[in-house]
């Protein structure tokens, strides 16, 4: 038996021809038409509880540049990085440059894997009149604590946004979307790859009306008055047939979420020699199955994962290379030393999740972990053993 390491299972639109008829039918492809219009709607009420402004952008990449780019509009002089975790995706930093700046990256939190607010603060003090914008990860859906970031943004006047690419899905304790109410803005993608999976689309929220109004308007060439710029732009709207199938995976996604919250509490229960991110109080989007290998257990990862893939059992390592370990951001980023972050990527294993995955599934992708770890285990004591050898000799 063989489980794959994702399988996207997207909406159908050979199951909605109606509804794709109406579009075709109606002769608005895109431009924030009335399918986009009504999915925006019904998005900010059920996942955001009706709180705040949000709105759809072909994809998270160009949202972060929007966002990005909004946000430092007014950026005195000189403010040149921004400052980010280098465990994350490419696209961050990729969109940060698009900007104009620079990625700074931080450290990460050893438990949570997401950016470490001591050395947010450290660069901060340091770098203080340096720093355009914070760019932090909610990694791997995690609900990252956003009131520390309104703090932030109020005592040191510096603007951030949130890269939630992996977050749609995600429930804060009070059980409303993650982000929900937060003044800045917030990025999530709906790419086939997520839990909330589409094909290609993003999505911004922000509790504030006035940003949303203005990132739409850049979303739209900068079109401030009819086909007049008045700021920068880009076209970063989505079609009609993007926001079809948007609206129908939001009509389906608490099935969804819950399904793979149940493959994560399978995985932590059986596999507790990995290590997982510390459950939180709402409910985590589960992007894939994300554990760390034991300490001391980096250098075998390859093998661990060679055999995984041999007993047909597929698997991936994000974020390693993390973004410092990249040639690209190595020459162009600015960074210290980053010890969490190279023990985290060096140990990181991702296990399969996907909609379709059943139980036996599941129980498959343990036994050959275990089978496999303990391998792992019994080849790192080797040496231990030898030298009990040679004391119990003397
Ligand atoms: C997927 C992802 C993105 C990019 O999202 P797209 O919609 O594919 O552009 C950005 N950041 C992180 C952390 C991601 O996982």
Redesign the pocket.
Known sequence: MSVAFIRPDPPRLSEVSGKLREIEDRRMFSNFGPVNGAFEQDMLSRMFGGVGHCMTTC??????MLAIQQAIGGRPKGRRYALMPSF?????AQ?AMWCGLTPLFCDVDPETWAACPQEEERLLALHGDDIAIVVP?A??GYDIDLDYYERMTALYGVPVVV?A??SLGTTSANGRGFGTGFSGAI?F???A??AFSTG???LIYSGSEERIAELRQMCNFGFGQARSATMPGLNGKLSEIGALLCQERLNTFGETMFHRATIMARYRLQLPELTFQPPRAGNQAH?FGVGLLPVGCAQDRGAFLSALTEAGIGNAT??SPHLAQQSYFAEHARFGDLPVTDDVASRVVCLPMFDTMTEADADEVIAVVRQELWALIAKRSKPARASWAAIAAE
């Open positions: 994809n998270a990449t160009i949202g972060l994350t995706f490419a696209a961050a969109a990860y990694t791997f890269d690419a992996a990025v993608s709906m790419h790859t997520k290609e689309a993003g992007q994000y974020f």
